[in-house]
Structure formats: C-alpha cells, structure tokens
C-alpha cells in the first residue's frame, strides 16, 4: 500500500538555521510527491513537488529531491525565517486516475529570532 | 481572489446529533475533495466529487456522507456523530483529477462532539 513516514516534532531552530526535515515514502506505482505547508489558522499550501525520479522541487528557498533508491523527498531550506514557521506535510500521489493524496503526520516547525 | 471556503471554522455538535459542514469554492473546479484529520495525525481521504460523480473511499464509515448540489458548493453531513468523529475536516478542490493537478485546500473546519 501507499504510505507517508515523516520526521516527528516539533523543530525549533533559530533564524538563518539550516533545515532539513525528513520524508521516506512507500507506493506501488511511481508517485508524484509534494510538500504542503499549513500556517497557523489556514489551509493546506502547496510548497512544491517532484513528478520523476531525480527531480527536485523548489519554491520559496525550499528544495527536495525525488530519490527513487532511497524512497525519500527530504525537505531542506539553508537559512530558515520566522515567517517560515508552521505545519509541513510531506505526500504523495499514486493513483492514475483520481488524485488521492496519502499524507505523513505533519511536522511542526518553529523558528525563533 | 478565488478560494476555497468552510463554514464554519469551528462546529460544535452533540453525541448522535446530525451536522453538516460546508465547502465552497469560486475556482470552478471539478472536483472537490473532504479529508479527516485527527490530532496529530495525516489527513485522510473520506471521499471526492468529480462533478456529479461521487468516489467514496473503501474505508469511509457510513456515518458520513456528502452531497454536492452544483459545482461550487460541497456537503460534509454525519448522521450521528461519536466522539470519535471529533477533527479537523478540510475541503479541498482540483482542476481535473490526476497526479498533475494541484489541491486547493480551505482552511478547515474543527469538529468537537460532546
């Protein structure tokens, strides 16, 4: 079946700390994979995605690369902010003709000045 | 701007006591998605439209159900709610289906049974 393993948090670095929070997943097919971020009080965001093995996505200073051998979509950020704080979900979709997306449990991150 | 809605933000609702939460979009998508999230736990996938057609997922209890009379607006109802029921519900919407077409998430609603 289809699965999302996500770092636990909370995270709490300090700004212009270097990010890495880490995502391994398990599919049955080829799966797209995404990040979503949740800032507090709103909805789901996406923050970017990888369709193929070996792409790698990336928006806002935030990158993950698609690694097949490793089945994981790690994201990192080189120097973090506080308005970078929130909820990260990483997930992923493996389904040809609906767009069910599996998600991991979410990891919090706060960023303080 | 165009956007995903939810009313209401916070719904409180008693044992056994049917309630609806409602979505509505002004993307003029086609489809619409609820998710289930419980504290500290992923988002799950209760059942989607794709235009009339409803997807109900296998493992979605027959205590909820949904209804999308038009395209711009969608129904979350439980028929009798347990506290078990108690999360954060989110609506979303896609373009179309497929790996290549983004969710557009609301903000959620926040379900508490007592």
């Known amino acids: 079946g289809n699965s999302v393993t996500q770092m636990e948090g909370p995270v709490t670095l300090s700004e212009e700390a270097f990010l890495t929070i880490n995502c391994t997943y398990t599919a049955t097919g080829y799966p797209s994979l995404f990040w979503y971020v949740q800032y507090p009080g709103e909805g789901l965001q996406l923050l970017l995605k990888?369709?193929?093995?070996?792409d790698k996505g990336s928006n806002k200073g935030f990158e993950a690369t698609y690694r097949k051998e490793t089945t994981s979509f790690h994201l990192e950020k080189g120097s973090v902010q506080v308005s970078d704080s929130a909820v990260y979900f990483c997930a992923l979709s493996d389904r040809g003709g609906a767009n069910n997306l599996f998600f991991g449990t979410g990891t919090r991150l706060t960023v303080i000045p | 701007d165009a956007m995903v809605i939810q009313n209401p933000r916070y719904q409180v609702t008693q044992f056994g006591k049917p309630v609806t939460l409602s979505c509505s979009q002004t993307?003029?998508?086609?489809?619409m998605y609820w998710y289930q999230q419980k504290s500290s736990q992923a988002p799950k996938l209760l059942f989607h439209?794709?235009?009339?057609?409803?997807?109900n997922e296998a493992d979605t209890p027959d205590n909820f159900q949904s209804r999308r009379p038009n395209t711009s607006f969608c129904f979350l109802d439980i028929r009798s709610p347990g506290l078990g029921d108690a999360a954060m519900y989110l609506c979303?919407?896609?373009?179309?289906?497929?790996?290549?077409?983004?969710?557009?998430f609301g903000p959620g609603t926040r379900l508490t049974v007592t």
């Open positions: 979303a919407t896609s373009r179309d289906q497929g790996q290549s077409y983004e969710q557009y």
């Open positions: 439209y794709y235009d009339k057609d409803f997807n």
């Open positions: 990888a369709t193929k093995a070996d």
């Open positions: 993307l003029n998508h086609n489809v």
